[in-house]
């Protein structure tokens, strides 16, 4: 149940992540480490042990989140069972005309 709700908690930082650099008229590395600050706040302590990877273009913003999930079992049987999260999320960037 751990994991589900963790996998959970990071698709909805990730997606609200990617939309707010999408909403960004500018959209450089300024941008994305803004959006990275709140993902990982969105995460709480499981936040500083993720790898966070984003591709932005004229079209989409894509942001990439991988972790080891939580787990209450022992380390030696959370790790052959692979409670890895990998988590990607795409979203167009829209822009007024």
Do not use: C
Request: a negative charge.
């Amino acid at each position: 149940m751990l994991h589900l709700y963790t996998s959970s908690a990071v698709s909805g930082a990730a997606y609200d992540a990617a939309i707010t650099v999408a909403g960004y008229e500018n959209r450089d590395s300024r941008s994305t480490a803004e959006a990275e600050a709140g993902l990982r706040d969105a995460l709480g302590a499981f936040g500083s042990d993720v790898t966070v990877e984003w591709v932005v273009t004229a079209e989409a913003v894509q942001v990439r989140v991988t972790g080891q999930a939580p787990s209450t079992m022992p380390a030696a049987w959370a790790g052959s069972i692979g409670l890895t999260i990998d988590k990607t999320v795409t979203v167009r960037s829209e822009e007024f005309r």
